[in-house]
């Protein structure tokens, strides 16, 4: 079973900039395919961005170019670097990874079997 635990968020002024982390219970940032989601009040929860095992990142159209996902296999830790932070990215920000053996790095919530418990980011 794995954990994942996020923190990181806080309150943020416009075109300010945090880092969120999230730890992990075990060693699955190397074969897993891990990513960062983030639910607003009223709204869906929505993919922002990804790590697959192979490596590759991905991002949604949304945030590309001002978010940066990262991740050291070594200390278990995912990262969000996130830049240029507008009021619209105000929203709770989970981490979650998908194990399955074919993992697809897809941006939709149902990929992913383990999820954090989230942390608050609002920018204001």
């Known amino acids: 079973h794995v954990q994942l635990v996020e923190s990181g968020g806080g309150l943020v002024q416009p075109g300010g900039s945090l880092r969120l982390s999230c730890g992990a219970s075990?060693?699955?940032?190397?074969?897993?395919?891990v990513g960062w989601l983030r639910q607003a009040p009223g709204k869906e929860r929505e993919g922002v961005a990804f790590?697959?095992?192979?490596?590759?990142?991905t991002y949604a159209d949304s945030v590309a170019g001002r978010f940066t996902v990262s991740k050291v296999n070594e200390k278990n830790t995912l990262y969000l670097r996130m830049n240029s932070l507008k009021v619209e990215d105000t929203a709770m920000y989970y981490c979650?990874?998908?194990?399955?053996?074919?993992?697809?790095?897809?941006?939709?919530?149902?990929?992913?079997?383990?999820w954090g418990q989230g942390t608050q980011v609002t920018v204001s």
């Open positions: 979650a990874a998908d194990v399955s053996r074919y993992c697809s790095g897809g941006h939709a919530p149902h990929f992913y079997q383990y």
């Open positions: 075990g060693s699955i940032y190397g074969d897993a395919c």
């Open positions: 790590a697959r095992n192979n490596g590759q990142t």
